[in-house]
Structure formats: structure tokens, C-alpha cells
T-cell receptor, first 111, second 114 residues
Framework: NAGVTQTPKFQVLKTGQSMTLQCAQD?????MYWYRQDPGMGLRLIYY???????DKGEVPNGYNVSRLNKREFSLRLESAAPSQTSVYFC??????????FGSGTRLTVV | DAKTTQPPSMDCAEGRAANLPCNHS???????VYWYRQIHSQGPQYIIH???NNETNEMASLIITEDRKSSTLILPHATLRDTAVYYC???????????????FGQGTILTVHP
């Protein structure tokens, strides 16, 4: 049982480039989330999807877009990367009884 | 969601119990208390959660005060591998769905010493 899988694990982008971070869960969870974590900081919510077909902004949505492709997959897109988006990105899914399960993260550097 | 307050850091000797406090004085009746931890730069890991009763699982125990304004996470026999940042989070669920947004504070850095 893989849980939450994120790809890629590492990425270096040039300023202005675009990319999509992929996330998939195999636990049949309704809700999925994207967080970012800057050095020495707690996680901040970027976007979330309470259920398939819905998405909503979190605390720091500017510069990002998301797509809930189906129940399993939730992608995060950076249309024009900026150095301020250098961070570690975590995807998570949740179940009422077992809490959140997080992926192992994508370490993104924008130069 | 209710805000939580945790000490920024704590130390514990290996093999001893680690007791991590959390204040959540503005918690409402349908909000759960969740604990997560993050080891180094890995993704956060679920530990335990509860509503009003004390809870225990294979990782830890959760003690919630009767007025639900504070709680304590107990790691009964801390090991070096328990060194991590521990987050106490209050979370509201909507009816029977799994909707709920985790909001992370700064957490408590627990250091377990040999």
C-alpha cells in the first residue's frame, strides 16, 4: 500500500518556467491538500480539494493552480516560477478516522 | 479552527516518558485534537487524535482535560528516533465527510538525549 505518492522528488527550475507537481493516493480518501514548507517554518496550506470536483484556496494560493483530476489525483501547477516559490511541497490526503497521510515531498528550487 | 499554543522546545532522556503539552482554550465542541510529528524533512506523520476522551495507540497516549482547553501527548518510552517537531492541531470536521483543513503552527521541537 503506497499511500500518497508525489513526483518528482527534486526539481530545479529557472525563473519563469512552468511545471506541474503530481500527487496520487490509493487510500480512497475524499480530501486532498497541497502544502509548502519553507526552511525553519511550519507547513502552509496552498490549495485543497474537499471532494472530487471541488477545489478551494488555502492560506498561500498566489502563483499556483490546482486540478483534481479524479478521486486519486491532485496536481499543483506553477505557471511562472519565481524564486519565492523555492520550498518543499507536500501533498496529503485525509480520512476522518485516520487523519492525514502525507507524501514524502518535492524539493523545488527556483533559480 | 481553534488556535493552539505549544512550547517551542523540550528535552527528554532516552527511555523516559516525554510529555508534550498543548493549550487550545478556544476549542469548540465539534473540534478534534490531533497530533502529528515531522522527523527532519520528511512529511508529517499522524500520531493520535481525540475528541474528549483519553486515547492510546501503539505510538502514544493523548490526555485531554475535562474542559478540553488543553491536552498532553505522552510518548511512554522515548527513543532517539522520536526526536522531531511535534504539532498539536485542532480540527473541525463537517458532518460525515472527511473535510478538514490542517493548520500547522510552529510546533514543539522534541530532542531525545542518550
Amino acid at each position: 500500500n503506497a499511500g500518497v505518492t508525489q513526483t518528482p522528488k527534486f526539481q530545479v527550475l529557472k525563473t519563469g518556467q512552468s511545471m506541474t507537481l503530481q500527487c496520487a493516493q490509493d487510500m480512497n480518501h475524499n480530501s486532498m491538500y497541497w502544502y509548502r514548507q519553507d526552511p525553519g517554518m511550519g507547513l502552509r496550506l496552498i490549495y485543497y480539494s474537499a471532494s472530487e470536483g471541488t477545489t478551494d484556496k488555502g492560506e498561500v494560493p498566489n502563483g499556483y493552480n490546482v486540478s483534481r483530476l479524479n478521486k486519486r489525483e491532485f496536481s499543483l501547477r506553477l505557471e511562472s516560477a519565481a524564486p519565492s516559490q523555492t520550498s518543499v511541497y507536500f501533498c496529503a490526503s485525509s480520512d476522518r478516522f485516520y487523519g492525514y497521510t502525507f507524501g514524502s515531498g518535492t524539493r523545488l528550487t527556483v533559480v | 479552527d481553534a488556535k493552539t499554543t505549544q512550547p517551542p522546545s523540550m528535552d527528554c532522556a532516552e527511555g523516559r516518558a516525554a510529555n508534550l503539552p498543548c493549550n487550545h482554550s478556544t476549542i469548540s465542541g465539534n473540534e478534534y485534537v490531533y497530533w502529528y510529528r515531522q522527523i527532519h524533512s520528511q512529511g508529517p506523520q499522524y500520531i493520535i487524535h481525540g475528541l474528549k476522551n483519553n486515547e492510546t495507540n501503539e505510538m502514544a497516549s493523548l490526555i485531554i482535560t475535562e474542559d478540553r482547553k488543553s491536552s498532553t501527548l505522552i510518548l511512554p518510552h522515548a527513543t532517539l528516533r522520536d526526536t522531531a517537531v511535534y504539532y498539536c492541531i485542532v480540527l473541525w470536521y463537517s458532518g460525515g465527510t472527511s473535510y478538514g483543513k490542517l493548520t500547522f503552527g510552529q510546533g514543539t521541537i522534541l530532542t531525545v538525549h542518550p
